[in-house]
């Protein structure tokens, strides 16, 4: 069934360092894909809408130059947070439309910058 | 106020109780209704998509939506300790430019203790 993947799940790196996230949808193609942020007991946040083939839309107060979306193909998206922060520790999920309206969301990538 | 209010608990339960789980919103033009289960340090699991007033069934799971009164609920019938997670409701527009963006309640913390 489709599945959406997301890798790593864990990383931990050092500050002023540049980490990057892979999305995958498996079993279908997803020309659109959603990049949520999650801090601890708090509610998913919408940071950028990934579209395959165009720039990505980000949302009000996300810094594009900080996280960098790139959407090559129909079943891959990737998150770059360059110059890490330890403000920008936090658990990234992404998530992409199945051939209906629903959503499905990866595993999730907690960050960790020291 | 927030768009969607979702009580965060936590919720602590017996095994085999009923679990009523809300939110609220403020937005009439949400058409879409979802309930995720998150486990810790996972992406959010769905567990029920609604799209009309009335009630679901799925299994253990009952969804209601009262689009006059702006209020969703999740029940769960015979609760097991498995079910202790996270719970997000979740809502959005019709589709166009807002596919997949979805706005979430606070989650609720659920423990079902043996």
């Known amino acids: 069934g489709a599945v959406v993947s997301q890798h790593p799940s864990r990383v931990i790196c050092k500050s002023g360092t540049s980490v990057k996230i892979e999305c995958r949808s498996l079993?279908?193609?997803?020309?659109?894909m959603f990049w949520y942020r999650q801090f601890p007991k708090q509610s998913l946040m919408l940071m950028a809408t990934?579209?395959?083939?165009?720039?990505?839309?980000?949302e009000q107060g996300v810094e594009k130059d900080k996280f960098l979306i790139n959407h090559a193909s129909l079943t891959l998206s990737t998150l770059t947070v360059t110059s890490a922060h330890p403000e920008d520790s936090s658990f990234y999920i992404c998530?992409?439309?199945?051939?209906?309206?629903?959503?499905?969301f990866g595993s999730g990538t907690q960050l960790s910058v020291l | 106020q927030k768009e969607v209010e979702q009580d965060p608990g936590p919720l602590s339960v017996p095994e085999g109780a009923i679990v009523s789980l809300n939110c609220t919103y403020s937005?009439?033009?949400?058409?879409?209704f979802m309930w995720y289960r998150q486990y810790s340090r996972k992406g959010p699991e769905l567990l029920m998509y609604?799209?009309?007033?009335g009630n679901k069934e799925d299994g253990r799971f009952t969804a209601q939506v009262d689009k006059s009164s702006k209020y969703i609920s999740l029940f769960i019938r015979d609760s097991q300790p498995s079910d202790s997670a996270t719970y997000l409701c979740?809502?959005?527009?019709?589709?166009?430019?807002?596919?997949?963006?979805?706005?979430f309640g606070q989650g609720t913390i659920l423990t079902v203790h043996p």
């Open positions: 998530s992409a439309r199945d051939l209906g309206e629903k959503l499905l």
């Open positions: 079993d279908f193609q997803a020309t659109t």
């Open positions: 990934s579209n395959e083939g165009s720039k990505a839309t980000y």
């Open positions: 937005n009439s033009a949400f058409q879409y």
């Open positions: 609604t799209y009309s007033s």
């Open positions: 979740a809502m959005k527009l019709s589709g166009g430019t807002s596919y997949g963006k979805l706005t």
